[in-house]
């Protein structure tokens, strides 16, 4: 079983959600399902798919214009949200900090967080790429979780550019981020792969050692592209 988490960004309508789980609903597959959505369309998804935010405030409550508690997702039915997606780290400065206060709440409501962690392209040229993930697990996940979490690894330097690193980087990466957990007292936990995933390379990516499933972005958007990568592995 695999854990198939789509992120749809600001794209979509409620009219184009409601026809993917009704398509999804009839799917018959073993794999954990996951939308996460604007927050105009949160819900409590279905049999088949749970459904998630983007984002959530490292607030409780208060004068923050535009931005959505931990609880006020939970009162949707929602069950997940990404936290510290690579574009929340790069547009609305998510640090590891901010990142670990945003999961201390969404596990404080109910909510499964989707913990993303993963290096730039400097910081890859720089050599730094384990040391800027083992760093985002440590720094970025609370230290008293006795809930579920996931983990998703995103090179940010792939995110929207095409590009997909080798299965052998893949595997260093989620293998560091395996060890890492382990020695947080977390083994276990999911870690996910994100980025450039679709349909014709998924298979051979969740292949990959420890790698417990895929966050899709565009590729989530249409059921005839996001069924395939459900149905790639068992």
């Known amino acids: 079983m695999k854990i198939i988490a789509g992120n749809w960004k600001m794209n979509g309508t409620r009219s184009d959600l409601t026809k993917m789980l009704c398509t999804l609903s009839n799917l018959d597959t073993a794999n954990r399902i996951i939308l996460c959505v604007p927050y105009t369309m949160l819900c409590g998804g279905n049999d088949v798919v749970s459904i998630g935010a983007q984002d959530i405030s490292c607030h409780t409550h208060g004068a923050f214009t535009g931005e959505i508690s931990a609880q006020m997702v939970a009162e949707t039915g ?138 899709v972005g565009g590729a989530s958007l249409k059921s005839d592209d996001f069924i395939p990568i459900i149905t790639s592995v068992k």
Request: with cysteine.
């Open 78 to 215: 929602a069950k997940y949200t990404i936290i510290g997606h690579s574009e929340c780290r790069a547009y609305h400065g998510d640090t590891n900090s901010t990142v670990r206060q945003k999961a201390t709440l969404a596990l404080a409501n109910g909510l499964i967080p989707i913990i993303c962690v993963g290096e730039t392209m400097d910081e890859k040229q720089a050599g730094k790429t384990m040391a800027v993930i083992e760093s985002g697990v440590r720094e970025s996940i609370p230290s008293d979780v006795n809930t579920d979490i996931i983990v998703a690894y995103e090179p940010r330097w792939a995110i929207g550019a095409g590009l997909t690193p080798t299965p052998s980087e893949i595997a260093e990466a989620h293998t560091l981020i395996a060890n890492t957990l382990s020695d947080m007292g977390l083994a276990g936990t999911p870690v996910l792969y994100g980025a450039s995933v679709k349909g014709n390379n998924a298979a051979e990516i969740m292949s990959i050692p420890h790698v417990d499933g895929v966050l």
